[in-house]
Structure formats: C-alpha cells, structure tokens
C-alpha cells in the first residue's frame, strides 16, 4: 500500500502561481512513477503530469506545457506541482497518484490522494 496525502490547494486570482505537494509513505517511494491528476465540477478526471522513478523523465497534457512543473524528492517522498500561469479553467481538485507503469491514463495508476482542491478566480 501507498499512501498519498496532497495539500496546497486554495483559492487563487488567474495569472497567479501555486505550488501543490504530495506526501506518499508505505511501499518505496522510488518504485513508483508519479502523476497528478484533476477533475473539475462536472466533467472526468483528466492527466496533468507525470514523472519518472528516478525524476529523469517528465510528461505533460498539451494545455499544461510551459506552465505547470512536476519534480519530485525520493529522500523526502515527495511530488510536487508547479503551477504558473493559472487560468479559471484550471480550476479542480488535484489529485496526486502513484503508478508501478505508464503515465497518463488513470487505469496506470494504483494509488491515489484525497485530492486538494484548486480554485482560480477571475
């Protein structure tokens, strides 16, 4: 089992930043690629990013390139998101996720947060 707990959501004005981290404990940290994942009111969850075990590879959905940033401390079993730019339609819960392969589909993925929810306002 892999525990995730997010924070660092709130409410923020559009063209703002946010940092956003996950917390995981259990299995090892470093055995799993990590995601963030978001869903807003009324539609599917959908793929933010994604990192490797080892934080040497990183994947984005189109509409996040060059405004979001995920890293991740394996020393610290932490992942993090950077979020620049901010839009109101960034705004959702954000979902921090953990898988042992692939990247961008939720079916990847075995264990998931709570979720911390992200407002932007106009």
């Known amino acids: 089992q892999v525990q995730l707990v997010e924070s660092g959501g709130r409410l923020v004005q559009a063209g703002g930043s946010l940092r956003l981290s996950c917390a995981a404990s259990g299995r090892t940290f470093s055995d799993y690629n990590m995601g963030w994942f978001r869903q807003a009111p009324g539609k599917e969850r959908e793929f933010v990013t994604a990192?490797?075990?080892?934080?040497?590879?990183?994947y984005y959905a189109d509409s996040m390139k060059g405004r979001f940033t995920i890293s991740r401390d394996n020393a610290k079993n932490t992942v993090a998101l950077q979020m620049n730019s901010l839009k109101p339609e960034d705004t959702a819960v954000y979902y921090c996720?953990?898988?042992?392969?692939?990247?961008?589909?939720?079916?990847?993925?075995?264990?998931w947060g709570q979720g911390t929810q992200v407002t932007v306002s106009s």
């Open positions: 996720a953990a898988a042992r392969w692939g990247w961008s589909l939720i079916t990847n993925y075995d264990y």
């Open positions: 990192i490797s075990r080892n934080g040497d590879k990183t």
